[in-house]
């Protein structure tokens, strides 16, 4: 067992930059936090940070697909022509968002 926090913080950040280089995003976020916890250094935040960002923007990319979006519109009008305003609404927005 390691006593010294510091070296226990580097060792779980650096098996964490592997893992983002492996492709696994959540199991290197998962250790860049225990490795936090350890030790507060900056740069591992930082690094942190950045995987965390890189990971929504790929969220985001993936949510938009405009075939989607097409069926979210066709539904939200045939709501809309039924009168169910509500709905229509959410369906529309969802439209929109992808």
Same mark, same amino acid.
């Given at each position: 067992?390691? !006593?010294?926090?510091?070296?226990?913080?580097?060792?779980?950040?650096?098996?964490?930059?592997?893992? *983002? =280089?492996q492709?696994?995003?959540? $199991?290197?976020?998962? =250790?860049?936090?225990?490795?936090?916890? $350890?030790?507060?250094?900056?740069?591992?935040?930082?690094?942190?940070?950045?995987?965390? !960002?890189e990971?929504?923007?790929k969220?985001?990319?993936? *949510?938009?697909?405009p $075939?989607?979006?097409?069926?979210?519109?066709?539904?939200?009008?045939?709501?809309?022509?039924?009168?169910?305003?509500?709905?229509? =609404?959410?369906?529309?927005? $969802?439209?929109?968002?992808?």
């Amino acid at each position: 067992m390691i !006593k010294d926090y510091s070296k226990k913080a580097k060792l779980l950040a650096r098996k964490a930059k592997v893992l *983002y =280089l492996q492709g696994l995003i959540d $199991e290197s976020i998962d =250790l860049y936090s225990k490795s936090l916890l $350890e030790d507060g250094n900056s740069t591992v935040k930082d690094q942190m940070k950045a995987i965390i !960002k890189e990971k929504k923007e790929k969220a985001e990319k993936a *949510y938009i697909n405009p $075939e989607i979006a097409e069926e979210h519109n066709k539904k939200g009008g045939e709501l809309f022509k039924d009168g169910k305003f509500p709905d229509a =609404l959410k369906e529309y927005e $969802e439209a929109i968002r992808r």
